[in-house]
């Protein structure tokens, strides 16, 4: 047993003096290397341009090279490709983790890594994932797209520029519409006008660099300046709205289609706020806007900014004869006149009076009344997409008053109003007493809150054969638990309405829609605070407070 230890321990002598001393047959310096990073342990979170790299830290390597690239990487592919990053050549890469910038968007990197210290030979690449990629998240350089951007057949963009970036797609639906390669220009503004776009319509527009995203926006062009057969936009230096206005624009109308019978489109700028009135020649007061006989108007609030304002200082007037008088996009507000349209002369619309996508806002008393005892005929009274607020604040007027003196007098054929919010009002919102409404009112897809004040009427066609429609429509609360209901002589029709416990009538109760035992507050995100978005599941009332789903 001693003569075998003594072998043993002789052997190990001579084989430490070996490796000490150098040997017979020298060593392959190809396989005296660094030991590369483990590969299963390499993660990556990515960004939109950056991705941050973990990775367990290798003995005796003092710094790290990692490299990227859109393109395959394997052992067989030179560092540094067309399409490869490499970060770490400046020996930066000392300690997990390391993150990579300036990488592009949207993007699938493959990644490999090596372990490198001066004096040794580097370790073998290891790759991430056996090979497989990871991809930064899309990024965004679009800035938002405003009010002031979106027209009818044009949008306007606006990006980061320094960010770069090769060309501009157009989606609308699932459809390719356009394919922008962004010149110089475009380039160093971060600007560009798409032009060529379709009225009311959703477009998705994509900015690229090459093939990356580099930002995704969504946006509505605008409605189309309605049709006419003269179309005009007024200038956005002026000041008001008054009769010389209106005269100069029908007399260019009627010298271009060589009538006096013609339609006219009226644009007025965004962000404008102009008092509509005219001037008496006589004593240099405030008159009236009028529409001279024979013309069909249509005074349409421009896009590019905020909503213009027309504020009414006196009653516009719809006498003489025309086809139809409609507004569209535009905010009115009391300038003192009380009444929108305030009418005693004789006047006749054939077709319609209308207001689209509207606000009325703090008018004393009434948007439409008729009194006196002229010929007034009206093939029909539309308002659609509107709201109105803090009307017939005084309480002597309702919100729409047809009262003639001569009962015989009026021929108006129906009141329908449509996707509107009605927040507040102290009078009757409708009353038609002396005469009826020939094609009775509708209302349909409406929210009332805060109407009817004490005595008063929601709709009061007293004795009349009004036929009423209640369509889809929430009646919230009451402005007083003593306010009236519908009076009429002709016959009340509701269907699929909501009536909230707070609506309360004394007398003249809607027997057809019953209360509910949800309150407004129970239906209403926040009615105090004119806020009707709904809490409920049913999809009732304006649409404008349907939830966002």
Not at 8 to 29: F, K
Not at 99 to 117: F, H, N, P, W
Not at 345 to 352: G, N, P, S, T
Not at 358 to 375: A, D, K, L, Y
């Amino acid at each position: 047993m001693k003569i075998r230890q003594i072998i043993y321990t002789a052997v190990l002598g001579s084989a430490l003096v070996s490796c000490t001393d150098g040997n017979d047959w020298g060593i392959d310096s190809a396989y005296d290397r660094l030991f590369g990073v483990n590969a299963e342990k390499i993660s990556v979170t990515a960004e939109d341009l950056t991705a941050e790299v973990t990775f367990n830290t290798v003995k005796d390597a003092e710094y790290y090279i990692i490299e990227v690239s859109t393109d395959s990487l394997y052992d067989d592919v030179a560092m540094g490709g067309a399409n490869a990053k490499v970060f770490g050549a400046n020996k930066e890469i000392t300690k997990s983790p390391y993150t990579l910038e300036q990488l592009v968007g949207d993007t699938r990197y493959y990644l490999r890594m090596k372990s490198m210290a001066d004096g040794k030979n580097d370790s073998k690449w290891c790759y991430y994932k056996s090979g497989q990629t990871f991809k930064t998240k899309a990024e965004q350089i679009f800035y938002e797209i405003t009010d002031a951007d979106r027209f009818e057949d044009h949008v306007n963009l606006k990006w980061d520029a320094e960010k770069e970036a090769t060309n501009i797609v157009v989606i609308c639906g699932d459809e390719e519409v356009q394919n922008i390669s962004l010149d110089a220009s475009a380039k160093a503004s971060g600007e560009l006008t798409v032009s060529g776009l379709k009225a009311s319509t959703a477009y998705t527009f994509i900015i690229y660099n090459g093939t990356a995203k580099r930002g995704t926006v969504v946006t509505t062009t605008t409605a189309a300046m309605p049709s006419g057969d003269f179309k005009i936009q007024l200038p956005a230096t002026i000041t008001a709205l008054d009769q010389d206005i209106i005269n100069d624009v029908v007399a260019q109308a009627q010298a271009a289609v060589g009538s006096e019978n013609v339609s006219v489109t009226i644009g007025i700028p965004a962000g404008l706020t102009l008092d509509a009135r005219g001037i008496s020649a006589d004593s240099g007061e405030p008159t009236g806007l009028y529409i001279p006989d024979g013309v069909s108007v249509t005074f349409f609030g421009l896009s590019g900014g905020e909503t213009p304002v027309l504020n009414i200082v006196k009653s516009f007037n719809i006498k003489g004869s025309h086809n139809y008088i409609r507004f569209e996009n535009i905010n009115f507000t009391d300038g003192g006149c009380q009444y929108f349209i305030n009418q005693s002369a004789d006047a006749v619309i054939a077709e319609d009076l209308t207001f689209t996508q509207c606000r009325f806002e703090g008018f004393e008393r009434s948007v439409v009344r008729t009194q006196g005892s002229p010929i007034i005929t009206i093939g029909s009274i539309n308002l659609d997409d509107c709201v109105l607020t803090n009307m017939s604040k005084g309480n002597g007027y309702s919100v729409f008053l047809f009262k003639l003196d001569t009962p015989a007098k009026q021929n108006i054929g129906s009141l329908n109003i449509s996707n509107c919010t009605i927040d507040t009002a102290q009078r009757s919102f409708i009353e038609t007493s002396v005469a009826p409404l020939k094609n009775g009112i509708t209302i349909t897809n409406c929210t009332f809150y805060n109407t009817i004040q004490s005595g008063r009427y929601l709709i009061d066609a007293n004795g009349q054969p009004t036929d009423i429609t209640l369509k889809n429509t929430i009646l919230g609360k009451t402005y007083v638990e003593t306010a009236k209901g519908v009076r009429t002589a002709g016959t009340i029709s509701v269907e699929n309405c909501l009536r909230t416990s707070d609506c309360v009538f004394a007398s003249n109760d809607i027997k057809e829609l019953p209360a509910s035992d949800y309150s407004s507050a129970d239906v209403f995100a926040d009615p105090a605070n004119h806020d009707f978005t709904l809490k409920i599941n049913d999809r009732i009332g304006d649409p404008r407070w349907f939830p966002v789903e």
